[in-house]
């Protein structure tokens, strides 16, 4: 069995927080010999702190807000959007938690049918989502560049109108900020990419932030 390590914390303002080995019990160290972050999720179901992979990190996020952000893939999922089960996969990496039931079954169901001889012929067909393709390089390099333009158009019309508090219309705003700078587009895909950008953000907070909902709201006030 391995010895018991002294207390410690972390520095900087990481030292807020205790570190594994300051609050490890046996099991767990040896757990941890096996495999770290074994060890480290085996600390977090009993005493509530969790550490992640990398040395001095710690998630913060509780169990109850992950498992909500795990509902928004798995509802994506069940939509159709099979790409999610990566997203969900690489969230419960980054959290330093086992894969739920869910998440569990539907990734192995997804990779036994491509084991098996004449059924998915390659990944991009067995994870895949509409906004993002994957089969074509010139496609998905397209779309992972609507999304960062998307982006960025939403986050300049967003300061414009908390800038101009006259600016009421979401098409006006639109206009407005496509006048400002050159982004390479017209308005119908400006727009487009905007409401792309939204859609994302409503699903993971849980409620409606669209610029058009703010804008209702101010208009609203100033009759």
């Given at each position: 069995?391995?010895?018991?390590?002294?207390?410690?914390?972390?520095?900087?303002?990481?030292?807020?927080?205790?570190?594994?080995?300051?609050?490890?019990?046996?099991?767990?160290?040896?757990?941890?010999?096996?495999?770290?972050?074994?060890g480290?999720?085996?600390?977090?179901?009993?005493?509530?702190?969790?550490?992640g992979?990398?040395?001095?990190?710690?998630?913060?996020?509780?169990?109850?807000e992950?498992?909500r952000?795990?509902?928004?893939?798995?509802?994506?999922?069940?939509e159709?959007?099979t790409?999610?089960?990566?997203?969900?996969?690489?969230?419960?990496?980054?959290?330093?938690?086992?894969?739920?039931?869910?998440?569990?079954?539907?990734?192995?169901t997804?990779?036994?049918?491509?084991?098996?001889?004449?059924?998915?012929?390659?990944?991009?067909?067995?994870?895949?989502?509409?906004?993002?393709?994957?089969?074509?390089?010139?496609?998905?390099?397209?779309?992972?560049?609507?999304?960062?333009?998307?982006?960025?158009?939403?986050?300049?019309?967003?300061?414009?109108?908390?800038?101009?508090?006259?600016?009421?219309?979401?098409?006006?705003?639109v206009?407005?900020?496509?006048a400002?700078?050159?982004?390479?587009?017209?308005?119908?895909?400006?727009?487009?990419?905007?409401?792309?950008?939204?859609?994302s953000?409503?699903?993971?907070?849980?409620?409606?932030?669209?610029?058009?909902?703010?804008?209702?709201?101010?208009?609203?006030?100033?009759?």
């Amino acid at each position: 069995m391995s010895k018991h390590a002294a207390p410690t914390r972390m520095k900087g303002w990481q030292g807020l927080f205790p570190s594994f080995e300051s609050v490890n019990d046996e099991s767990e160290r040896d757990l941890a010999t096996l495999e770290p972050a074994w060890g480290k999720a085996a600390a977090f179901f009993r005493t509530g702190h969790r550490f992640g992979h990398k040395s001095g990190s710690v998630r913060c996020m509780s169990l109850v807000e992950v498992h909500r952000l795990l509902g928004v893939f798995r509802k994506r999922y069940e939509e159709g959007n099979t790409l999610s089960l990566l997203q969900a996969v690489s969230m419960c990496a980054e959290e330093n938690l086992p894969l739920p039931q869910w998440l569990a079954e539907a990734f192995r169901t997804s990779m036994d049918g491509f084991l098996q001889p004449g059924k998915v012929h390659s990944l991009d067909d067995l994870f895949a989502a509409d906004n993002l393709p994957t089969k074509s390089a010139k496609k998905a390099a397209a779309a992972r560049l609507d999304w960062q333009l998307g982006g960025k158009i939403w986050h300049d019309v967003w300061d414009l109108v908390l800038a101009d508090e006259t600016l009421i219309s979401f098409d006006s705003a639109v206009s407005r900020t496509l006048a400002v700078q050159e982004y390479g587009i017209g308005k119908t895909k400006a727009k487009s990419l905007i409401s792309m950008i939204e859609k994302s953000q409503s699903e993971f907070l849980a409620k409606d932030t669209s610029l058009s909902a703010f804008l209702a709201k101010r208009r609203k006030l100033m009759t």
